[in-house]
């Protein structure tokens, strides 16, 4: 009976002493899962931390950096020469809401909505998210804005996203007249190959033009010629919003 008891003891000293085992093997499991977690995390945090800073940065330098610096060099662009157009559409406004079809991408005139964009509507920056229909930014073009509009390679976080952001930020003033917007594979047909940035400008009031330049890459220095040989007084109605 003495011996039933020794090996009852054992055996239950041996389960315990598995029991104990298996837990800390368990508490090892679960501090080296915590541990690959918080390794995981710090690091998604470092690299959010790490982009939000550069970002800043890259904001912070192109606020005090002139036009002409911001992108790339006019010769490092890629651009095409302009081409001008006689422009269509003006003062033809269609049924609201309904999509018009443009035979160019981008349209630099044409018939459009009659809600034009006006007062907080107007922005110098748009994203795929924000941006008007397409209808009503060429109203906008006939009211003498300029638009750049880039296509659906340049995606947040690139380079180029970035500096056409900083670009639009150079015109955020009410009577700017500049706006950057995404023309993307629903608006219409896509850019001529190699290139991803548009500039377009509605001229007149007399002999009505529409005028475009494809650029490969966006660059500041471009679009402040192509501002200056096309300004927001040159237009069918410079005087609208």
């Known amino acids: 009976m003495a011996k039933k008891n020794v090996r009852d003891n054992e055996r239950r000293a041996r389960a315990e002493q598995l029991r104990k085992e298996q837990q800390r093997k368990e508490r090892m499991r679960s501090f080296g899962i915590l541990g690959v977690c918080l390794l995981v995390v710090v690091g998604l945090l470092g690299s959010a931390v790490f982009y939000y800073v550069r970002d800043q940065r890259q904001q912070a330098a192109a606020a005090g950096a002139p036009l002409a610096e911001l992108g790339v060099s006019a010769s490092a662009a890629s651009c095409d020469p302009v081409e001008e157009k006689a422009a269509t559409g003006n003062n033809e406004h269609l049924t609201i809401g309904k999509p018009i079809d443009y035979p160019d991408a981008p349209p630099a005139s044409g018939p459009h909505w009659g809600n034009f964009l006006q007062g907080s509507e107007i922005r110098s920056f748009y994203t795929t998210e924000d941006r008007p229909e397409k209808e009503r930014l060429v109203h906008s073009l006939e009211h003498g804005h300029t638009l750049v509009w880039y296509d659906d390679t340049v995606e947040p976080g690139t380079e180029a996203y970035q500096q056409l952001r900083a670009i639009g930020k150079k015109f955020d003033g009410p009577t700017d007249k500049l706006i950057v917007a995404p023309w993307t594979s629903e608006d219409g047909g896509d850019f001529p190959s ?29 679009l402040e010629k192509f501002m200056e040989d096309f300004p927001a007084t040159d237009a069918p109605e410079p005087n609208a919003p």
């Open 194 to 222: 190699g290139k991803h940035v548009a500039l377009t400008h509605w001229t007149g009031p007399e002999d009505q033009k529409g005028v475009t330049q494809y650029c490969g890459q966006p660059s500041g220095a471009v």
